[in-house]
Every structure is written in C-alpha cells, then in structure tokens.
C-alpha cells in the first residue's frame, strides 16, 4: 500500500440527479466545520499519483496548478465508521466534516515536515491500527519539508481518509524532492516510505507575484457558467459576481470543486462577467478588486475543454448594495405565537439545471399545524419536480405548502422540501415563510 485514490471530480451527469431525487439525500453548500486547527497538525501521509480527469477535487486540471507538488485531504473525519456520506456534506452532519471542509481549503499551501519510519505493516486497512506489528523510528529523512498545495479531496473507505483527521495525501513525484539541509532527499521513496507520519500546517503562498488566475470549466455557456479560481495568495471562500440590477451576489460552488462557482452575466442572456473573491479569511482579495472578463466565442454552445484560460480587466466596486446570497432568509408570522423561516440552498448543478433543497424551521414558541413558503425566481426558471411539498408557479413567483405527513413543527423542529429547476442558479427574491 502507497496510495489512497479519490472519487473521480467529474460533475454529476443525469443519472448522478436521478440518483439523488430517488434516495431523497440531500447536499448543501457551504457549511464550515470550523476555524483551522492549530498548527502543526499531524497524521499519518499516503501517496497518489495524479489528479482525477478532466480535473482534481478542487476542480482544476493538473497542469493548471500553482505548483508541482500537491496534497489532498480528508473529506471525512468519520472514525471507525467507512460508510458514504453525501459531499459536500449538510451541516445536519457537520461533525463528519473533514480538513477538507466541503472544499473550502482548496488553492491553499501546506509546509509539511516528513516524520517517523514504520517497520511494520502501513497499509490504512479499515478496522486495523496504523503501522501494526512493528514500531514507528526516527531516521535520516526525518525533518525534511516541502511546501505543496492543495489540490485533491481523500474519501475513501479506508483507515486514512477516516481514522486519521490529519492525513495528508501527497504526490508521488514530489517525495523525492523534499529538501533536508537544502539538499533534496532524492530516494525517499519508494524504499524509505512506507506511508510515514508527518506534521503540516497552512503558509501563504511562497514567494508571490501577479494576481488571481480565471477559467471556465468543460461545459460552461451562457446559461450555466462554471469559473475556476487559482493563484491566490491565500486560498479561496468565497466568489461574488455582479448581477444584471448591479448588486453583488454570493456565487454558489460547484457542487464541493472548491475553486469552481456558478456565476452570473452583468445582463441578463449576456456573456459579459464581473466578480470579486474572498480568501481563506474571507477578506476580499486585493481590497476588493474586480474582474471583468467574457464567455469566450468557443464556449458560447459549451466549453469543450476541461480548462479554457481567459484574461480579464480589474477595476473597483462601484455598486453600494450588500452581496445577496441563496441561504437568506425572510420570516413572515402569523397567527401570534407561531413563525417559520425559509432558507435554500443549491445541492447540486449540471449543464442546464440545478437542485434546491428548502429547508423550514419552525422559530416560534407554539407547534405548528402547516406552513407555506413563497420567493421568485430571477429570470426565467422553471420548477420541473418537486417533493416533500406541494409547490405551484406563476410566472417568476412560486408557492409550496406542506404536505400531510410534515407540516406539523414542534417548537424549534425543521423540515425540508425540494425542486428541480431548468436553468442557472441566481439568488431567489421575496423569500418567506408563512406559519399556520
């Protein structure tokens, strides 16, 4: 054993939706398992060899990465327990949220140290301890450090990506250039591997320079645009892009490609694109700095390339309004004693299409007996299926009350109800909620 593979980082086809509607699970997006881990985090490292085609869990290319050298880490941190999970996973199971973070970490760089030896047996198997029947020593390569980024997600069913809340992933190609007393260790593996300990934590980008990279993933066209972000100077939370009415809009991910998010035009049906991106401290990057940019004339009836690169202006904000997001939430009370909320969220895109997932808290001090919620969609969106309410359209304005079996709320209760939609995902209007 010497590698932990990943799921694939392909976008969910039509039969990946299906699935999805069939089984009920439901993915929302985002949700932060918490602030970073104190430094140095430790664990027990694997290593792969390449990342997944078109592109890694990050939802970059290989070859488009900031650097050669590259990690993954943990989707899970699920102990003991190898069963799936739904990714990027809901905050109803916010604790099985692994150093991953639904994503939320990829584009940033790790300094990682290489620690003991194991004599014996290293082979992640589920159920088992780490290096069994043998000892963990410290030898010659102990101490040597390389700065990678991250790149890829680790998921598997195996003792790594679940037993281990510090596993890190590492490229194969790049053991042998981690560097001791300045000199690269060159034979570290594979004779002197045997998937070691390590210690990591989160730097800055080493040695800086330019500014953001933007590119639209395979796939992307007028009515669903996919940008990738890279070259940051410090990871990447968050895009917001400029809408058609000069708001900015919280710009939902790809499903967890943490660096891939569903954008916008600055007018409706255009090709014309404005955001702005947060970084891992959810600062905008570079004071707030706006880029512009176009749907390339190859991708106006979809994006044949995994990657295609595309320049861009940079310029300020001059919109005063306060980014929208897809999670706000409106209340509406009525009678006294009784309220709910509303909050949406997207739990899955592909070319053309996008799931909702509603979910409806009963907020007030009395039980509910039934609840209505109402918004309306920018542009032309149109609900194909629903469940778990009984939803009706008019134009752009939307209604859904309960069904029988979930419209009674205890105090503090919440229930959940679901829509396909056709189109690009744009934050929703008027959202409320109607107790009864």
Not at 57 to 76: E, R
Not at 215 to 235: C, D, E, I, K, M
Not at 272 to 289: C, Q
């Amino acid at each position: 054993m010497g590698s932990a593979s990943r799921r694939p980082a392909a976008r969910p086809g039509v039969l990946a939706v299906i699935a999805v509607l069939v089984v009920g699970v439901s993915v929302l997006w985002p949700w932060k398992s918490g602030a970073a881990p104190a430094a140095p985090i430790t664990g027990n490292a694997t290593r792969f060899d390449a990342l997944g085609a078109p592109y890694g869990g990050c939802g970059l290319p290989q070859d488009v990465l900031d650097a050669p050298d590259f990690v993954a880490l943990n989707v899970y941190n699920t102990p003991g327990d190898y069963s799936f999970y739904p990714r990027p996973i809901p905050p109803s199971q916010a604790a099985k949220i692994g150093l991953w973070d639904n994503g939320r970490n990829c584009g940033r760089f790790v300094q990682v140290t290489i620690g003991e030896y194991c004599t014996g047996v290293n082979d992640g198997a589920p159920g088992q301890p780490f290096c069994r029947n043998g000892s963990w020593v410290t030898d010659g390569y102990a101490g040597a450090q390389l700065t990678m980024v991250v790149a890829d997600s680790c998921g598997d069913s195996n003792a790594w990506c679940r037993d281990d809340p510090g596993h890190l992933d590492l490229s194969t190609a790049s053991l042998n250039r981690f560097v001791k007393n300045g000199v690269p260790v060159g034979d570290m593996n594979p004779g002197h591997w045997n998937n070691r300990r390590v210690s990591w934590s989160y730097v800055p980008a080493p040695n800086y320079t330019g500014d953001l990279k933007l590119g639209f993933l395979q796939g992307s066209q007028r009515y669903w645009t996919a940008v990738a972000v890279s070259h940051l100077p410090n990871g990447v939370h968050g895009v917001e892009f400029q809408g058609a009415d000069g708001s900015w809009q919280q710009a939902p991910p790809d499903s967890d490609l943490g660096q891939a998010f569903l954008i916008g035009p600055t007018a409706t049906a255009g090709t014309s694109y404005a955001i702005r991106v947060r970084d891992a401290g959810d600062t905008l990057v570079n004071d707030g700095r706006v880029y512009r940019f176009s749907l390339p004339d190859q991708c106006l009836s979809g994006c044949a390339a995994a990657y295609t690169g595309i320049s861009y202006t940079t310029g300020t904000s001059t919109a005063t309004t306060t980014p929208t997001s897809p999670t706000t939430t409106t209340t509406t009370t009525t009678p006294a004693g009784a309220s709910c909320t509303v909050t949406p969220a997207v739990t899955s895109s592909w070319n053309g299409g996008y799931q909702l997932e509603f979910t409806v808290k009963n907020t007030g001090s009395t039980a509910l007996t039934g609840w209505t919620t109402a918004f309306s969609f920018a542009g032309g969106k149109q609900l194909t299926n629903s469940w778990n309410a009984a939803a009706t359209q008019s134009g752009r304005q939307v209604q859904a009350a309960n069904q029988n079996y979930n419209g009674t709320l205890a105090a503090g209760a919440a229930t959940t109800w679901g829509a396909v939609v056709t189109g690009t995902s744009q934050p929703l209007a008027g959202l409320a909620c109607t107790a009864r």
